[in-house]
């Protein structure tokens, strides 16, 4: 066939059929060239083009951090996926509306900031100190290059200089606060007494036909809670650590690089002198301190007591008044610059200058104690547990990538991982999305389970990191969806609701009539006849002395006149009631100290407001063109 159409497709025919053929190709590259056929766009904010890709992955990344704040109450039924969407992409809308009026007010975020903001996050940190594998295994996890990463940063940095300026800008009115004061330390005198719901519980059955209408009423609160069961693949750096080949070699190397853990390191004692100068210091600030540092130096070289220019110059109030003693201490306690500084000197030497994130220092070096170590006989237990700790940590940062990349290369089965890696897979009991024993207690491994991805499309979960040294793989092997608790299972529990139910009705019942009486003109210790009666007694809004039921509505009731009484009822913990009688109101006032710490919090949450009004004001004022039809998602 192939072969007729070779013979026949000659002269005019054949160039026709090309030039067919060549048009929609040549259209095609044209279009890759002008940008037709892009990803969509969602919105556009005044001219700036956010991405579906974009919102998407900012959606996904929404729900995920839903899932974990609201854990065992999480229910994707609960939220409407268009509105969730909806509801993100304004948040994107707004990010670039706050990126474009910092850039317009000329506000940056250098790559110093940026730094020091990433150095300081608690999720890069190993042993209390920035660790770059823990940042780059943390940002391959996520699915991040380290550039944009930073620039998630470097945005959210911008952004919140223009939250802190418009909050620089709010303030409070001495009639604001005065308002403030005069509610929230104002302070109640009252007497009350507890009618309780236990005397009047029912010991009488209750009928059939009562107990399956409740239970017909609320099904809800007799759902068996949708279960599922898992595989997983579990890794660790102690069973990793518990694989490695050990012999005497590779334990006399570890030993002889790490002897500080196996005794006691040297100490060193010393002194300094501190002159004060921030890492973000403008520049005048810097030159200033270092000329004093300088002059310092030039003091004690000259023959001045280091110990009384310490007292009389240094700026770090723990130390100054001891002449600069900072004791004795080890490696991996004090800056990097100060301790090389420290470690480089003999004893009774001086450094010279040396900078911190602090300020310039003076140090001198005033005493050494010489460490101590076992002999490697006397501790080869204690190395052989220590380098497999040490290995197995590395082994198990190695097999955790390898784990993650096998477990989506075949998202089907953990069969081929577990072969791979050598690895066991395990089965789990049933998990609730509230509650699972063992790893499954940790709420990141069942909303992992729960996922999406997960649960309806039947792959393998994503490398699940539950500490710095362990981490797993799940996939679901069954699903059982809630149901409602046939009523057999539930009567008694039932049977039991509906007499508390009935007991606290009279309760409530009882105490009110009490409380007509006191409204009557029947003194309280009279209408409580045999309660007991708690008070004269005045407290405050925070008072822990009155149960919380009470104190909420005794500061709902109305002041009463002058010299008379206001009673009220409240419902307590457990079905109780309270029957109270206010009889004054003494309004709050404010010291100097209060007053600054009222109209500090005062100031934030106006500010918080402020900053909510200029976000709605700029996009009053945008041109904001949605292209996302997210009404019908």
Do not use: C
């Amino acid at each position: 066939m192939l072969q007729v159409i070779r013979d026949k497709a000659q002269g005019w025919i054949a160039w026709a059929i090309v030039i067919l053929i060549s048009i929609p190709f040549a259209l095609w590259g044209i279009q890759s060239y002008l940008g037709v056929g892009s990803e969509p766009i969602a919105a556009t904010v005044n001219g700036a083009e956010i991405n579906e890709r974009t919102l998407d992955n900012q959606y996904q990344r929404f729900r995920q951090q839903l899932r974990e704040q609201l854990g065992a109450a999480y229910r994707p039924e609960m939220f409407d996926d268009a509105r969730m969407r909806k509801e993100v992409l304004n948040r994107l809308i707004r990010d670039e509306l706050v990126q474009q009026t910092s850039n317009r007010m000329g506000l940056r975020a250098g790559s110093n900031m940026i730094q020091a903001s990433i150095l300081s996050m608690p999720t890069f940190q190993k042993d209390g100190r920035y660790d770059q594998q823990t940042y780059e295994r943390a940002l391959r996890l996520q699915g991040l290059s380290p550039a944009g990463f930073e620039d998630r940063v470097r945005r959210a940095l911008v952004a919140e200089q223009l939250s802190q300026a418009v909050n620089a800008g709010s303030f409070v009115t001495p009639k604001e606060l005065n308002e403030s004061q005069r509610l929230l330390k104002q302070t109640r005198e009252l007497s009350y007494f507890v009618v309780p719901a236990s005397d009047f519980k029912l010991s009488d059955e209750l009928s059939d036909d009562e107990i399956k209408a409740y239970y017909e009423a609320n099904q809800s609160a007799f759902i068996s809670p949708e279960k599922v069961k898992v595989e997983y693949i579990l890794l660790d750096a102690g069973t990793a650590g518990g694989t490695i080949d050990v012999d005497e070699e590779r334990l006399r190397g570890y030993y002889e690089n790490n002897q500080d853990e196996f005794g006691i390191p040297e100490q060193r004692q010393a002194s300094h002198i501190l002159i004060l100068a921030a890492a973000d210091a403008d520049q005048s600030t810097v030159d200033e301190a270092k000329a004093k540092i300088d002059a310092l130096a030039e003091r004690v070289r000259n023959g001045e007591s280091f110990e009384e220019l310490a007292k009389q110059n240094s700026q770090d109030p723990g130390s100054a008044a001891s002449g600069g003693d900072l004791g004795f201490f080890g490696k991996g306690i004090m800056d990097p610059a100060f301790e090389s500084a420290v470690y480089a000197l003999q004893e009774g030497g001086v450094s010279e200058p040396v900078r911190t994130s602090f300020g310039f220092h003076l140090i001198k070096l005033t005493g050494i104690k010489d460490g101590t170590v076992k002999p490697f006989e006397e501790a080869r237990t204690e190395i052989e547990a220590a380098y497999r700790k040490f290995e197995g940590e590395r082994l198990y940062f190695e097999l955790a990538e390898q784990l993650a990349d096998l477990s989506y290369e075949d998202p089907g089965s953990l069969e081929s991982a577990a072969s791979v890696l050598e690895l066991s897979i395990q089965q789990s009991d049933w998990i609730t999305r509230e509650q699972g024993a063992g790893v499954f207690a940790n709420l990141k491994v069942r909303t992992a389970a729960y996922s999406d991805d997960v649960l309806k499309e039947h792959n393998n979960s994503e490398l699940i990191e539950i500490d710095g040294t362990s981490s797993l793989v799940l996939r679901v092997l069954d699903h059982q969806e809630s149901s409602v608790l046939p009523l057999d299972e539930v009567k008694q529990q039932i049977t039991e609701t509906l007499q508390q139910q009935k007991a606290e009705q009279q309760a409530q019942a009882e105490a009110e009539k009490r409380m007509a009486e006191m409204a009557a003109g029947a003194p309280l210790s009279d209408v409580a006849e045999s309660y007991a009666v708690t008070g004269p007694m005045t407290v405050d809004r925070n008072d822990r002395q009155i149960p919380p039921g009470l104190s909420s509505a005794l500061f709902r009731t109305a002041k009463p006149a002058a010299g008379g009484s206001s009673p009220g009822t409240a419902r307590l913990a457990g079905g109780d009631f309270a029957v109270y009688l206010l009889t004054g109101v003494t309004e709050g006032s404010a010291d100097d100290k209060s007053n600054l710490q009222q109209q500090e919090s005062l100031r934030r949450m106006l500010g918080r407001d402020h900053y909510e009004m200029v976000l709605t004001d700029l996009e009053s004022r945008a041109d904001i063109e949605i292209l996302l039809n997210t009404d019908s998602e």
